[in-house]
């Protein structure tokens, strides 16, 4: 693919420390089944991206994300996840997150890493904005 | 073909008549790692039962696997309540089997707690979902209880419908605050208790019955 443009997914290269950014919106995850839905987020995870739902996931995934995140731990390769959700914005006040996923007030947005790779995701705009910065 | 049928007819009839109504309702103990539900469990079942649960510990993850104590009747107000109750691992959506090496522990050791941790907070979410009828979840009144973790198993359990006593526990301690326990949840009644020290255990024994009785 030729002109090096900067892409939101940038980082193929396994040399780049860059922090790569999985964004799945509400549309892509409408027809999955509760497992591909995991699947999806822990792959994204496990290759050590973040990846930010645009709408998250229902209590029930939330809990098979737990278990299955619990059977796929395993020692020097994979410590689990951190996850965050981000309430739905204010209407009118359009924030950072809804800019970045390109439309009007996100559902839920849920924001799911590799443990080792980000100690805690703060409840903070401020260090998404520094993570998609850094692309 | 028609004997078979027949047998396991009656097999079933006399089944679901064992199992009817006076099944003890199955509560789960939940909670963040080192927030006193196994010193909680094990108070219920030797207040009551006359023996402990298992081990509690400040080292987190001590309870590794759920663990059950069967049979455990209350007495309230001349009504009889039975419960088992289930301790599980806290919760968590991580384990570092590193953060056990400073526990004078070796790295086989540490790695084998770590895969027990996994293991039974994987069962205590599958049980969550399967196989619990209603819910203890204990705070350690000292912390903050606006983790996300929390959020999400208390979203779990109300999508659930089980229902859900929250008890903000370690009250003897002088930085305990069951104020703010109280907001974050302020759809569910807290009830505030010193596990450790069997601060207040009455009122919790009343709520356990009204809420699984
Ligand atoms: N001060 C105080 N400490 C408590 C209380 N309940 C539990 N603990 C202590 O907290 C630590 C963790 O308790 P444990 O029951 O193992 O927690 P679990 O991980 O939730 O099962 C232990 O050192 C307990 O002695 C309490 O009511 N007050
Ligand atoms: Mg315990």
């Given at each position: 693919m030729?002109?090096?443009?900067?892409?939101?997914?940038?980082?193929?290269?396994?040399?780049?420390?860059?922090?790569?950014?999985?964004?799945?919106?509400?549309?892509?995850?409408?027809?999955?089944?509760?497992?591909e839905k995991i699947r999806l987020i822990l792959d994204g995870v496990r290759?050590?991206?973040?990846?930010i739902l645009e709408e998250g996931l229902s209590p029930d995934e939330e809990s098979k994300l737990i278990e299955v995140t619990m059977t796929e731990i395993s020692p020097d390769d994979f410590t689990g996840i951190e996850i965050e959700t981000y309430p739905k914005p204010n209407a009118g006040n359009k924030s950072f997150l809804d800019r970045l996923m390109g439309r009007e007030s996100a559902q839920k947005l849920t924001v799911i890493g590799p443990?080792?790779?980000?100690?805690?995701?703060?409840?903070?705009?401020?260090?998404?904005?520094?993570?998609?910065?850094?692309? | 073909m028609g004997l078979l049928t027949n047998l396991r007819d009656s097999i079933l009839r006399?089944?679901?008549?064992?199992?009817?109504?006076?099944?003890?309702?199955?509560?789960?103990?939940?909670g963040p790692p080192n927030a006193g539900k196994t010193t909680l469990a094990n108070r219920i079942a030797r207040d009551w039962t006359g023996d402990a649960v298992g081990p509690e510990s400040q080292v987190p993850h001590e309870t590794r696997r759920a663990r059950r104590k069967?049979?455990?009747?209350?007495?309230?107000?001349?009504?009889?309540?039975?419960?088992?109750?289930?301790?599980?691992?806290?919760?968590?959506?991580?384990?570092?089997?590193?953060?056990?090496?400073?526990?004078?522990?070796?790295?086989?050791?540490?790695?084998?707690?770590?895969?027990?941790?996994?293991?039974?907070?994987?069962?205590?979410?599958?049980?969550?979902?399967?196989?619990?009828?209603?819910?203890?979840?204990?705070?350690?009144s000292t912390t903050d209880p606006f983790t996300q973790v929390n959020t999400m198993l208390i979203g779990i359990i109300e999508s659930q419908d089980l229902p859900a006593l929250?008890?903000?526990?370690?009250?003897?301690?002088?930085?305990?605050?069951?104020?703010?326990?109280?907001?974050?949840?302020?759809?569910?009644?807290?009830?505030?208790?010193?596990?450790?020290?069997?601060?207040?255990?009455?009122?919790?024994?009343?709520k356990i019955a009204e809420y699984f009785g």
């Open positions: 030729p002109g090096a443009t900067p892409d939101v997914d940038g980082g193929d290269d396994p040399a780049d420390d860059g922090v790569r950014i999985d964004m799945i919106s509400g549309a892509r995850m409408e027809g999955l089944t509760s497992m290759e050590g991206n973040i990846v443990a080792n790779r980000i100690e805690t995701l703060h409840k903070d705009e401020n260090l998404i904005s520094t993570l998609v910065s850094r692309q | 006399v089944t679901d008549g064992l199992f009817a109504a006076d099944e003890p309702k199955r509560i789960g103990i939940y069967e049979d455990v009747e209350i007495e309230r107000n001349g009504q009889t309540v039975t419960i088992d109750i289930v301790d599980t691992p806290g919760v968590t959506t991580k384990v570092d089997y590193k953060e056990f090496l400073d526990h004078d522990m070796d790295k086989e050791d540490a790695v084998r707690r770590s895969r027990e941790a996994t293991e039974g907070v994987a069962e205590a979410m599958h049980w969550l979902r399967e196989d619990v009828d209603g819910v203890i979840y204990v705070l350690d929250i008890l903000a526990n370690k009250t003897d301690l002088s930085e305990s605050d069951v104020t703010q326990i109280a907001n974050a949840f302020p759809q569910h009644e807290t009830v505030p208790l010193s596990a450790l020290e069997g601060e207040n255990m009455d009122e919790v024994y009343t």
